[in-house]
C-alpha cells in the first residue's frame, strides 16, 4: 500500500494504534505528537500548528495522502486550543499537500462526551474561528462552575458541527476529499484512565453500553476504524459523525438523527 499518512496525537492511545496499524499494512506513516514522534509540534499553539504543516511538508515532498487528526485531551487551559482549533488548523494545514493524491482522505476524532450540552458561546466562537473569544468563553464556563470535560465536550462538538458544514464545500468534496468524524466511546487509553481506574465512575459507564463486549474499547478497534476511513475503499462518504460507542449513542439519542 503505497500511502503516506499523517497522525496526529500519534505517540499514545488511539493515535500509536494507528499509527502502527497503517504501518503494518505497508503504509507510510508520519507520526506527530508532543515527543516521541517525526514531527514534534504542540497542536495547541500557533507556533506548533505551523511546525507542523512545516515539518509534514519537509518530510512527505509535499505530499501525502491522509490525514487522521486525532490529537487531542490535555489540560484546562488548552482543552478548547487543542481539541477543536488544533485539529481544524492540522487539517486545513495539510490540505494542499492532499492535491495530488488519487485517493486522498481525511478523518477527525471526536468523542460521545460531544453529546454533553453545548456552550451556544463556546461553539459559536469556535464555528467564527475565533479563538480568543472561545478561550474567553471556556474559561468564565469553569469560573462558573463547569469542569474541564464540558470544555472538552464543547470543542468536539464544535468539532463535529464544523465537518458538517465545511465537508460538502469545493476545498473538501469538490476536491475529491471524503472528511470524517469517528467519535469514539469509553476506550481503554491513559486519556480514560480517570474513568477506568474509579471503580465508581467506571461502573456507571458500563451502564451506557448496551453492546456485549464493548466496554471499555481497545485502540486497536479504533485504530481499524480510522484506518478504513483514510482508505480508498472509502470514496463515498463524506461528513459523517460515525459513533463508534458500543450502541451509546444509539441508546441516549434513539430515532434522533446527529
Not at 514522534?37 to 511546525?51: E, K, S, W
Not at 467564527?128 to 470543542?155: C, H, S, W
Request: aromatic share 6%; hydrophobic share 45%.
Amino acid at each position: 500500500m503505497d500511502r503516506t499518512y499523517v497522525v496526529t496525537g500519534a505517540a499514545s492511545g488511539i493515535g500509536a494504534a494507528t499509527a502502527r496499524y497503517l504501518r503494518e499494512r505497508g503504509g507510510r506513516v508520519i507520526a506527530c505528537d508532543l515527543h516521541d514522534a517525526d514531527v514534534i509540534g504542540d497542536l495547541a499553539a500557533r507556533d506548533g500548528r505551523a511546525n507542523l504543516v512545516d515539518g509534514v511538508t519537509r518530510l512527505s515532498g509535499g505530499r501525502i495522502d491522509a490525514i487522521v487528526a486525532n490529537a487531542g485531551g490535555g489540560p484546562p487551559e488548552t482543552m478548547l486550543a487543542l481539541n477543536f482549533f488544533g485539529a481544524v488548523a492540522t487539517l486545513e494545514g495539510l490540505r494542499p499537500l492532499l492535491k495530488a493524491s488519487p485517493a486522498p482522505r481525511a478523518v477527525m476524532v471526536s468523542s460521545i462526551a460531544s453529546m454533553s450540552p453545548a456552550d451556544p458561546r463556546i461553539v459559536e466562537a469556535c464555528l467564527k474561528m475565533d479563538e480568543p473569544a472561545a478561550i474567553a468563553a471556556g474559561t468564565d464556563a469553569l469560573a462558573a462552575g463547569k469542569g474541564p470535560l464540558d470544555l472538552y465536550g464543547n470543542a468536539k462538538y464544535a468539532l463535529n458541527c464544523w465537518c458538517r458544514r465545511v465537508a460538502g464545500k469545493p476545498d473538501w468534496a469538490g476536491a475529491g476529499i471524503p472528511l470524517n468524524v469517528v467519535a469514539p466511546g469509553f476506550i481503554d487509553t491513559p486519556a480514560a484512565a480517570y474513568i477506568l481506574s474509579d471503580p465508581d465512575r467506571s461502573a456507571q459507564a458500563a451502564r451506557m453500553v448496551p453492546m456485549r463486549g464493548a466496554y471499555p474499547g481497545r485502540p486497536e478497534q479504533m485504530a481499524a476504524i480510522l484506518a478504513w476511513c483514510v482508505s480508498p475503499e472509502n470514496s463515498l462518504m463524506t461528513g459523517q459523525i460515525i459513533f463508534a460507542d458500543g450502541g451509546a449513542e444509539c441508546s441516549l439519542r434513539g430515532e434522533r438523527a446527529w
